[in-house]
């Protein structure tokens, strides 16, 4: 499972008004955050270009496959709402933060066996488990040499978000135990995407007020929006994997169930007690390879209470992010927040 659905338009392509997919709702604010995201991707790759050939490469490999910029915008926009923005500071944090993501999806590929990353083949494909593990630890390195240039606190913080990436991954690798109820489930699986998804994001948008001359009391404000954000983000891609047809989402639905992945809206629903949580209870309780059987699980979850208790968390993840909005300082940038997280939601409807 990966939150990571926004992809950016480039300054040549993008409309006026649209960065990272979204209609930021403001032409100058987007035409400033589409110039900083140059900057970011020219930082991002000149620093991976400067090692040897044959790790440069592979750490390009997805830089260069495109689009996922969602963590960078999130530093870049939340630096706009401080007195006093510090551009060079801004920059190098969002390029901290897309490393380490880029970082994780090398591991992650390694772990999950993946074939194909951001439609190009993965890393681990191409070459081998071992070639891409080093060249996320290389990825790892170069984040940590341009946050020695942010200072101590930045270190503090990234460590802190390092050990919530991996104590994330374990628990979902350990699973929520023998004997534990959905409800159980539910909360575990919750926990894990806060650790391996919220918590990054949550860390990006610390930094635009931590680099914007944000108030104490705003920059934990912001880190709580950027939890909320990144487990509404998540939620949206679970339900997107079994609501929406490929045609509309540009994904194959069924994913999740393919890989024997238990998102929320299959815990949810299993919880219900409905006639056909027990066939689905049999369909879910392995990977699924017969097409058959995932267009008759797609049907049932589609149907599901599951579905429906699925898009009310979404929800209230959304509204704790209004919550936090409506406490930060008003204009262009609080709007184009506002933008994104109600783009959550309407990429599910």
């Given at each position: 499972?990966s939150?990571?659905?926004v992809?950016?338009?480039?300054?040549?392509?993008?409309?006026?008004?649209?960065?990272?997919?979204?209609?930021?709702?403001?032409?100058?604010l987007?035409?400033?955050?589409r110039?900083?995201?140059?900057?970011?991707?020219?930082?991002?790759?000149s620093?991976?270009?400067?090692?040897?050939?044959?790790?440069?490469?592979v750490?390009?490999?997805?830089?260069?496959?495109?689009?996922k910029?969602?963590?960078?915008?999130?530093?870049?926009?939340t630096?706009?709402?401080?007195?006093?923005?510090?551009?060079?500071?801004?920059?190098?944090?969002?390029?901290?933060?897309?490393?380490?993501?880029?970082?994780?999806?090398?591991?992650?590929?390694?772990?999950?066996?993946?074939?194909?990353?951001?439609?190009?083949e993965?890393?681990?494909?191409?070459?081998?488990?071992?070639?891409a593990?080093?060249?996320g630890d290389?990825?790892?390195?170069?984040?940590?040499?341009?946050?020695?240039?942010?200072?101590?606190?930045?270190?503090?913080?990234?460590?802190?978000t390092?050990?919530e990436?991996?104590?994330?991954?374990?628990?979902?690798?350990?699973?929520?135990?023998?004997?534990q109820n959905?409800?159980?489930?539910?909360?575990?699986?919750?926990?894990?995407?806060?650790e391996?998804?919220?918590?990054?994001?949550?860390?990006?948008?610390?930094f635009?007020?931590?680099y914007?001359?944000?108030?104490?009391?705003?920059?934990?404000?912001?880190?709580?929006?950027?939890?909320?954000?990144?487990?509404a983000f998540?939620?949206?891609?679970?339900?997107?994997?079994?609501?929406?047809?490929?045609?509309?989402?540009g994904?194959?639905?069924?994913t999740?169930?393919?890989e024997?992945?238990?998102?929320?809206?299959?815990?949810?629903?299993?919880?219900?007690?409905?006639?056909?949580?027990?066939?689905?209870?049999?369909?879910?309780?392995?990977?699924?390879?017969?097409?058959?059987?995932?267009?008759?699980?797609?049907?049932?979850l589609?149907?599901?209470?599951g579905?429906?208790?699925?898009?009310?968390?979404?929800?209230?993840?959304?509204?704790?992010?209004?919550?936090?909005?409506?406490?930060?300082?008003?204009g262009?940038a609080?709007?184009?927040?506002?933008?994104?997280?109600?783009?959550?939601?309407?990429?599910?409807?």
């Amino acid at each position: 499972m990966s939150s990571d659905s926004v992809t950016t338009g480039t300054a040549e392509t993008a409309p006026d008004h649209v960065v990272a997919g979204v209609d930021v709702g403001d032409a100058d604010l987007a035409a400033l955050l589409r110039a900083r995201l140059v900057e970011v991707e020219e930082l991002l790759v000149s620093r991976l270009e400067t090692g040897e050939d044959f790790l440069t490469e592979v750490a390009l490999h997805l830089v260069t496959a495109g689009g996922k910029r969602f963590r960078p915008v999130m530093t870049l926009l939340t630096g706009q709402l401080g007195p006093e923005p510090d551009r060079e500071r801004l920059v190098k944090a969002a390029v901290v933060c897309e490393m380490i993501h880029l970082a994780t999806l090398y591991h992650d590929d390694v772990m999950d066996e993946a074939a194909v990353r951001r439609g190009v083949e993965s890393a681990n494909s191409r070459w081998d488990n071992s070639t891409a593990i080093l060249a996320g630890d290389f990825l790892f390195a170069h984040s940590s040499m341009l946050l020695a240039d942010l200072g101590p606190a930045a270190v503090q913080l990234i460590a802190q978000t390092f050990a919530e990436l991996v104590t994330g991954q374990m628990r979902e690798t350990v699973g929520p135990g023998d004997g534990q109820n959905a409800a159980d489930a539910a909360d575990h699986y919750l926990r894990v995407i806060w650790e391996k998804t919220g918590s990054l994001i949550a860390a990006a948008a610390q930094f635009g007020g931590e680099y914007s001359g944000a108030s104490g009391e705003q920059i934990e404000r912001l880190r709580r929006l950027g939890d909320a954000v990144g487990i509404a983000f998540q939620i949206a891609d679970d339900i997107i994997d079994i609501a929406s047809p490929s045609s509309d989402s540009g994904k194959t639905p069924g994913t999740d169930l393919r890989e024997g992945v238990h998102t929320l809206p299959m815990i949810y629903a299993l919880e219900s007690g409905s006639t056909d949580s027990d066939r689905l209870r049999e369909l879910l309780a392995q990977p699924l390879t017969d097409d058959g059987e995932v267009d008759e699980a797609l049907d049932l979850l589609r149907a599901s209470e599951g579905m429906r208790r699925a898009r009310a968390t979404l929800e209230r993840y959304v509204g704790d992010a209004m919550t936090e909005l409506d406490a930060l300082p008003a204009g262009p940038a609080n709007e184009a927040l506002r933008r994104l997280v109600r783009f959550t939601v309407d990429r599910v409807s």
